[in-house]
């Protein structure tokens, strides 16, 4: 049984060029695995603690060099010897050494840097594909994938609040093909954007960042670049949205483009629009603690409509627990940094299945050439990925393996092709 030899901490850089934590793991038979762990802009206030130095005369305070410390002072001694295997042992020490309940000693980066590459030195030693490894009963799905096409909100210096105006391929055979439709709806919003005169700037998830004043002409020029790609709006791609809406609470209401609005219209708001455009998913629609309009929406369109959970769940099992039984949306956002273990993200994917919400795996803003949760992804039968647009590497990292893997499956290689957001005229299984 290989058993762990050595845990070692290195300050790299982040797709933003900011510090964050890569942690290697090394076995006695020699076989090794690597995590980078991504970091997060738009925070949910309820995420695990992620640790920074805090030294202004260093990155401005953004360094990781105590989280490194902590993993090679603290958690390498502790996991010397054991099995990398015991994936559930690993994260239950880790709970262990830090003992706060939200990584407040050791940092949920220091902690999810440290599970995510013991999955994978437990997959070198074992000489699996990291996919198969996490998923030994080989049943394998490739996930539809959201594809961000204009950013604003946080991600980008534009005035639009919502965060994301994204596709989702729909009417794909195969991960290929959806990688093609997006690049091809991509390219022709790249064009209308530089036709209305404006720079091709991007956000930091990738999609283009013109400076519309007016949340829905960017889902307007979205369904035109459909349209211009060849494609059909609500039967071949569909829109999804993803507003971060924590960043627009002002008091009892919202800002939407530039003026507040009361919780009650924004949800009437939202019911305008999916029946005016093929919205089929919205992503934090609402505050995160801000459950009435949460509860109403879920109540108004969640039979159609997918509705994801990201700084309302935050990968955490018993926020998912309390919004299931409330009624607030039908699908979370899983983001393994968001909790700060493997076995706790595992958990988290299962509970959503089994009460028949949806999985999106996702990125962060602040993202690496790590590719981890695209493999997670396929062996857990996520069914949707969220990577943000077909542009930087951090980002195209995970679609070239999902493309390798889906290459690696072959014949077997099967594309998620439902959704539980279904938009009227949206049929959620093909052409």
Known sequence: MPAISEVKALQVLDGRGDPT???RVVLDSGAEGRAIVPAGKSKGRHEALELRD??????RG???LKAGKNVEELIGPALKGRDPSDQAGVDALLRELDGTGN???LGSNAAIGVSLACARAAAAGAGLPLHVSLNREG???LPLPQVSIIGGGLHADNPLEFQDFLVVPIGADSFSEAVHMAWSVRRAAGARVRDMGHPLLVGDGGGFAPPLRKNH????LVLSSIEDAGYRPGEDVVVAL?????HLREGDGYIVDGSPIPREALVDLFGQWVKRYPIASIEDPFDEDDFAPWQALTSAIGETVQLVGDDLFVTNPGRLASGIEKGMANAVLVKPNQIGTLTETLAVIHQAQTAGYEVVLSIRSGETEDAFIADLAVATGAGQIKLGSLARSSRVAKFNQLLRIESML???AVLHRTMRGSAPGISGSGR
Do not use: T
């Not at 002409?217 to 307007?220: C, H, I, T």
């Not at 993803?242 to 924590?246: E, H, I, K, L, P």
């Open 410 to 412: 072959g014949p077997n």
């Open 217 to 220: 002409l960017a889902v307007e």
């Open 21 to 23: 934590l890569e942690v």
């Open 242 to 246: 993803d507003v971060a809406a924590n």
């Open 103 to 105: 990584f407040g000693r």
């Open 54 to 59: 805090g030294d202004p005369a260093r990155y």
């Open 62 to 64: 953004n360094g990781v």
């Open 139 to 141: 049943a394998y799905e």
